[in-house]
Nanobody, 119 residues
Framework: QVQLVESGGGLVQSGGSLKLSCKAS????????KSWVRQIPGKERETVAT????????DYDDSVKGRFTISRDIPEKMIYLQMNDLKPEDTAVYFC????????????WGQGTQVTVSS
């Protein structure tokens, strides 16, 4: 089992910045693809940023490219999401997700952290 705990959400004005953190614990002796996923009320969850377990290569949804940056600290078992130039449409609950690679058979989620961007 893996436990994930997010922090860093809050209320920010349009154009502002926030940095989300996700602390992992438990059985981490597995390769995981790590992502930040957000959910807007009434909509499906969408993956906004992913960092691949081996290469550290990153992928971003087009809606956040150039504004969000995902990073990791392997020894500290942390991943981060730096969010700049926030927009009201970024308002959502943000979840940390670890999915085992390559099978995807193990899928872990944090409890989520609310990000609210006011106009």
């Amino acid at each position: 089992q893996v436990q994930l705990v997010e922090s860093g959400g809050g209320l920010v004005q349009s154009g502002g910045s926030l940095k989300l953190s996700c602390k992992a614990s438990g059985n981490l002796n597995v390769a995981f693809t790590k992502s930040w996923v957000r959910q807007i009320p009434g909509k499906e969850r969408e993956t906004v940023a992913t960092i691949h377990w081996g290469t550290g290569l990153t992928d971003y949804d087009d809606s956040v490219k150039g504004r969000f940056t995902i990073s990791r600290d392997i020894p500290e078992k942390m991943i981060y999401l730096q969010m700049n130039d926030l927009k009201p449409e970024d308002t959502a609950v943000y979840f940390c997700n670890y999915r085992s690679y390559p099978s995807g058979s193990k899928d872990y989620w944090g409890q989520g952290t609310q990000v609210t961007v006011s106009s």
